[in-house]
């Protein structure tokens, strides 16, 4: 799980608990979930949307970190996002407030 603990943890400020070869926990202290290895990646899955403060600074370090852009930003009612591919080929988002 090392590329997520990469990822995840350096852009969102995550930390994480191993619990096996496939599943690791993470949290902020105000959000917990966990990532799992080990099945296909699914196209057509439901789309996880992030938020973040500084949208352009998030962008940036998710590319440092490996993921690549699907979807630069753009506008929506309420805000506005871009959509990445994470090292394990699933596909997130990420927005912020207008």
Known sequence: MVLRACCY???FGWNFVEYGPTYT???D???TGGFT???PVRPGGPLI???ADDLEATQLRLEAAGATISREVFAFPGGRRFHFIDPD????AVWSAS
């Open 29 to 31: 202290g105000r959000l």
């Open 89 to 92: 080929g699933y596909e997130l």
């Open 49 to 51: 949307i992030l938020y």
């Open 37 to 39: 290895t080990g099945e």
């Open 25 to 27: 926990e993470f949290s």
């Open 9 to 11: 943890g350096d852009v």
